[in-house]
């Protein structure tokens, strides 16, 4: 029984002790992150940032579009096939729409971001601790979170939201495709009931969730990276936990999220 | 006043003692080699000297600053004041050699980009990596990954170079040539330099003063002369490469009971 209470006690202050870290790092990177701004801050850092943008975003571009079509269809699809029996066909326009905005779009953008991106930051600021490139900055008095978190967060704030509103357009892309073939819906007759179905609150949700989510992939991959001890293969475990927690932390925010607009938006 | 003080230092990784008390005083443009078996704690003082952890107990002065307890802007001071060329080299795999090189210089100066690509070419021609700036550090081999290390270690122009085992993993030549570098750089740019190392041909080429750390333990620190014919067992050992009273009998009992296996089975 004693070590069973044990385990729990040092799992438990495991956790508290991840999150705080997050936390303090999160804190740090903001403090940070006037640096790695345009115009005000250095412009080294902003070229870095930049460069984290392309590889966040532009480069993750074929792979979301791709994951949002297939999603539209299979929603589209899937909505269609119970609709129908009730001759309510017409709802799988907003279904696609309003799903995609609040909710897919942003949720798929992040999942395809945890992957891609995610796992590189850890992998990339484990082995940077691994070879010493971390102790290296900090013996030339540059700050690591400063140097190396800061353009990646930075990146990622303006990366994924704007992966997310591509997503979103695939999306009711995918829906629109379906609707011409299966009922012969003109396309611009599509995209007007689209837009008669989003309302700015839904583009709002989505896009505030996406920050949210790059918040968190950003911190989570980067802490990963920093947690790293021992060699080559703890970069291996680091990756593979900064994608698991990612996801796994989107999932929770996007379930909060969606939570508290339910009940404090009026519709 | 020496530029480095080390006073009643004691560092512990989970209760485990790794130094124990550590008194030492490096004076202004000496060459301290700080001499030790593997384990024997001399990565970690060198850790401490550079403030990369935090002591259980005692004081590291560097320039009078204790750097175990002093302000951040004062440790990035002190700093800055600091060259380090660690084991691995460490280069920033993203950055050319010459993007390696000129990154303090573009952080801590507002030198002109001319002025800065001058610097780096000067810095590279020191070493003797002239021609080597623009490749990317996975492309050079590891003697020229050392000395581009170095070559940003005297980027800023620094009162302390610290060498981190120089010439691990190099070959005897090449080895031989990065102690030369040493020795001369230490003589153009008259700094104080602080290399750790547990190879003897190297530290008794480029040292001043030998500093022999011997589990977490100053066994004896003085000259090259005073070292080489210092009675000190531990010394001795080290010196006249005589294997240590631990190894041996585990492996004897290995290969033992490894030969009563195989007659076993025959």
Same mark, same amino acid.
């Given at each position: 029984m004693a070590t069973v209470l044990e385990n729990v006690g040092t799992k438990t202050i495991d956790h508290l002790d991840y999150v705080g870290s997050l936390n303090i790092q999160l804190w740090a990177t903001l403090r940070a992150m006037r640096t790695a701004l345009?115009?005000?801050?250095?412009r080294y850092r902003w070229q870095a940032s930049v460069r984290q943008m392309l590889q966040i975003g532009v480069d993750a571009l074929p792979m979301v579009s791709l994951m949002a079509i297939c999603s539209g269809f299979i929603l589209a699809m899937q909505g269609a096939s119970e609709l129908k029996r009730f001759g309510a066909l017409h709802y799988v326009i907003e279904l696609v729409a309003v799903g995609f905005t609040r909710e897919l779009g942003p949720l798929l953008t992040a999942i395809a971001v945890s992957g891609r991106s995610g796992s590189s930051f850890a992998a990339e600021i484990g082995t940077m601790k691994v070879t010493e490139e971390l102790d290296s900055l900090r013996v030339m008095a540059l700050e690591p979170v400063e140097f190396v978190l800061a353009p990646k967060f930075l990146a990622a704030l303006v990366s994924v939201p704007c992966l997310s509103v591509v997503s979103n357009f695939c999306g009711i892309l995918a829906g629109g495709l379906f609707m011409f073939f299966s009922t012969r819906l003109e396309p611009l007759l599509y995209f007007r009931y689209v837009l008669e179905s989003i309302q700015l609150r839904d583009v709002v949700m989505g896009l505030i969730k996406s920050v949210a989510f790059a918040t968190i992939i950003a911190q989570v991959g980067c802490l990963e990276g920093f947690r790293v001890r021992g060699g080559p293969d703890s970069v291996g475990r680091s990756t593979t936990s900064g994608v698991v927690k990612s996801t796994f932390l989107v999932i929770v925010a996007d379930a909060i999220f969606t939570a508290i607009f339910y009940f404090t938006v009026k519709p | 006043m020496p530029i480095i003080s080390i006073r009643d230092l004691v560092v512990e990784y989970d209760g485990r003692r790794?130094?124990?008390?550590l008194n030492l005083d490096i004076e202004h443009g000496e060459t301290m080699v700080l001499l030790g078996g593997s384990g024997s704690g001399k990565s970690t003082l060198l850790r401490q000297i550079l403030a990369l952890e935090q002591p259980k107990s005692g004081s590291v002065s560097v320039k009078g600053i204790d750097i175990t307890r002093c302000s951040k802007s004062e440790l990035k001071r002190v700093r800055r004041s600091i060259g380090v060329a660690f084991q691995s080299a460490a280069?920033?795999? @993203?950055? @050319?050699v010459e993007d390696n090189i000129a990154l303090t210089l573009r952080e801590h100066t507002k030198l002109a980009p001319s002025i800065i690509e001058l610097m780096v070419w000067m810095k590279l021609a020191v070493v003797g990596l002239a021609d080597f700036g623009? &490749?990317?550090?996975? $492309?050079? @081999?590891g003697g020229m990954k050392k000395r581009a290390a170095v070559a940003r270690a005297l980027a800023l122009g620094p009162e302390i170079l610290v060498l981190d $085992?120089? @010439?691990?993993? &190099?070959d005897p030549i090449v080895a031989a040539e990065l102690d030369e570098l040493i020795v001369l750089l230490k003589e153009a740019f008259q700094m104080t330099v602080i290399v750790v190392t547990h190879e003897l041909p190297s530290a008794f080429r480029i040292a001043d003063r030998i500093a022999m750390l011997y589990k977490g333990r100053f066994s004896s620190v003085g000259t090259k002369d005073e070292i080489r014919a210092s009675q000190n067992p531990r010394v001795r050992q080290f010196l006249d490469r005589i294997p240590g009273d631990m190894a041996t009998p585990a492996v004897a009992a290995y290969f033992e009971k490894y030969l009563k296996t195989q007659e076993a089975y025959a």
């Open positions: 345009p115009f005000v801050g250095n | 790794i130094l124990d008390g280069l920033f795999n @993203s950055l @050319s623009k &490749l990317q550090p996975q $492309e050079l @081999s $085992e120089p @010439s691990a993993g &190099l």
